[in-house]
């Protein structure tokens, strides 16, 4: 009996710890991600780097500066010209990390995902990592968030 309590106890606690979602206009990360499609699309990169992790611009300023920001983060600083039509996503947070997983059609009119890692600093929500994904088929597109795999 002990267990069973202590099993649904364990489940509402990280029920209470992460939110799950198919993305809407509320969805946080999703609001983030367009914003910063927005920013690189008017060629805005020093306001776009400024939602960039910590982590990420240590590293971009001491490898680089901020006008080498497209050469130094190639994919990162393309996600604006990733998909021809953005289909659907979803996306996954808890208070200090998030990810969020948006689906579509390339410009090349294949299947394609991205998986976005989210870090919270400062009372934002930061891009920390993207993983752009081909996919054979329609059918093998993600059906819930995933965080990145980082290479």
């Known amino acids: 009996m002990n267990r069973v309590i202590f099993s649904i106890a364990m489940v509402v606690l990280l029920a209470s710890c992460i939110q799950l979602e198919t ?48 050469k130094y983060f190639p994919v990162i600083s393309t996600i604006n010209q990733v998909f021809l039509e953005e289909q659907g996503g979803f996306e996954v947070t808890n208070d200090r990390s998030g990810c969020l997983t948006v689906f579509g059609i390339d410009s090349s009119k294949e299947p394609t995902s991205m998986n976005m890692e989210y870090v919270s600093e400062e009372g934002a929500w930061k891009l920390d990592y993207v993983q752009v994904m081909y996919h054979g088929s329609m059918s093998e597109l993600p059906k819930k968030a995933k965080c990145p795999t980082r290479m």
Request: glycine residues 2%; charged residues 25%.
């Open 23 to 70: 993305i809407t206009n509320q969805s946080v990360l999703h609001k983030q991600y367009t914003k910063y499609q927005s920013l690189l699309s008017k060629g805005d990169s020093s306001a776009a780097i400024d939602m960039l992790s910590k982590r990420n611009i240590d590293d971009l300023t001491s490898h680089s500066s901020k006008e080498e920001f497209f």
